[in-house]
Structures are given as structure tokens and as C-alpha cells.
């Protein structure tokens, strides 16, 4: 097969890589706004990465013209992905940082996985419920979640690093 061989589905694979440009960017433009370092060209990254990894799977199936397990290759990024996500997870004096970036890295390749393999309604639909989970349960942990443990704060100053049943005893 030479590199401009007709049969080669090169529209699609150029639909499935702009549904995941426009899926990892547009979760990447929330991590921005957020200040998070894990961006717009990280996300846009993982998930045209994803999508290429499914893609390549699918298409070698098809060439292949024998049972051919795609799933493997989905698997192995989510396991590999894992990786990348456990590296902005950060412990420091006792408090865990960077757990929703991990997260988010997480859901972007799955994203990724979706499109690749010819969903990208799916995966739009997923980006969307992603973006409203950053956005709109962010602030509701800002505006609703701070304004109601700051009238508690005495309370948690008091009872931080205490275990509940130390908590009953005193």
C-alpha cells in the first residue's frame, strides 16, 4: 500500500483527528482559564493521540481480514495514560493536589478512544459533560462549598488531621 493509496479512508481519519483537535482543546481551554499545567496543547495532545492510537487499531484489523482483537490496543492506553496522569498528582503537607488534572488527562484519552473508533458524536457528547463537570461543579465548590465551610471554619481548624472516632472521644 503506497502512502496515497485510494482505498485508505483519508477523510475519515482527517474527521476523527479534527473531532478530537476540537474535543481536547476545548477541555484544554477550561484547564488554561484554570491555571492548570496540564493545558490546552497537553489535552489536545492526549486526544488526538488516543484517536490515533484506536484508529490505527481499527484500520489494522481491517487490513489484517482476520479477527483482530481493537480492544487491546484501548486498554493499553487507559493503563498507559495512567501513567502520565500519576505525574501531576502531587502530595504536599498532607494535601493531595492535581487529582482532577489526572482525572481530566484520563477522560480526554478516553475521549480520544471514542472518536477513534468512529464515535465522534459520542465523544463531543462526552466533551461537553466533561467541560460542564469542570465548569460548573468548579464553581460550585468555589462559591457554594467556601461560603458555607467558611462559616465552619472554626470547626475545621479545630478538628483538622483528627480521625472521626478521635473526634467522638474528645
Known amino acids: 500500500m503506497n502512502e496515497f493509496d485510494l482505498d485508505f479512508p483519508w477523510l475519515l481519519?482527517?474527521?476523527r483527528l479534527m473531532v478530537a483537535l476540537f474535543c481536547g482543546g476545548v477541555i484544554g481551554l477550561e484547564r488554561e482559564w484554570a491555571g492548570k499545567s496540564?493545558?490546552?496543547r497537553t489535552m489536545i495532545l492526549?486526544?488526538?493521540g488516543s484517536t490515533l492510537y484506536m484508529s490505527l487499531?481499527?484500520?489494522a484489523a481491517m487490513a489484517?481480514?482476520?479477527p483482530f482483537d481493537v480492544t487491546r490496543v484501548a486498554a493499553q492506553v487507559a493503563s498507559g495514560i495512567g501513567f502520565l496522569g500519576a505525574g501531576t498528582i502531587i502530595v504536599a503537607r498532607g494535601q493531595v493536589h492535581g487529582l482532577t488534572t489526572a482525572a481530566t488527562i484520563w477522560v480526554v484519552a478516553a475521549i480520544g478512544l471514542l472518536v477513534g473508533a468512529g464515535y465522534p458524536i459520542f465523544g463531543m457528547l462526552a466533551t461537553g459533560i466533561v467541560l460542564g463537570i469542570l465548569l460548573l461543579i468548579g464553581l460550585f465548590e468555589k462559591k457554594l462549598l467556601k461560603q458555607w465551610l467558611g462559616k465552619r471554619e472554626g470547626y475545621l481548624d479545630r478538628h483538622r488531621g483528627e480521625t472521626s472516632e478521635e473526634r467522638d472521644i474528645t
Open 13 to 15: 481519519l482527517l474527521e
Open 38 to 40: 496540564a493545558g490546552l
Open 46 to 48: 492526549i486526544c488526538i
Open 57 to 59: 487499531s481499527m484500520l
Open 64 to 66: 489484517a481480514r482476520q
